[in-house]
């Protein structure tokens, strides 16, 4: 079921906005550094033809078991000194989440550089396929260049594929 995705920031007490996002992203999309942290409260998915960027310095927290699912593409390149950082809403505790699961994506159009990922089922997903059960490939190949996992997965699963994921420190 498509759905717009939900966007809406709301100020805490220390001034810091929190913007909670949910849904289909229609159109490109950027989350900014003053948008940040941006919460996941529920699954969001980047459809094919679509980019999320992902500003250095943002902060992307998950509250539950969901999962950015990406056919389209997602730019998140963090710097040496301001990297983006995926994690749990709850410090050191998994969220149970898929934080990027890609599914029919050309992969050749995400970059993922200077990013952490923690606290979570899987950081990165690439496919979710068996012989008996096939979906959509991926193509291409995806690099991770200066990535960090903490206590979380990746789990590459695509049947008879050419994608690749390269990790890259």
Known sequence: QDADVILYAKWIPNGTPNTSVSGVITSDTTWTLAGSPYIVTGDVQIPDGVTLTIESGVIVKYTGPYEILVKGAVIANGTLNNSI????DTPTVSS???ML???G???SLSQINHVKMEY???AIRIGDESEHNQRPKNTGTLTA???EIIAAEVLTDGYNTEAKLILNN
């Open 85 to 88: 950082l995926f994690t749990s």
């Open 145 to 147: 260049s200066n990535i």
């Open 105 to 107: 994506a050309d992969l």
């Open 120 to 122: 979570a089922s899987k």
């Open 96 to 98: 149970g989440a898929t």
């Open 101 to 103: 699961k890609f599914e």
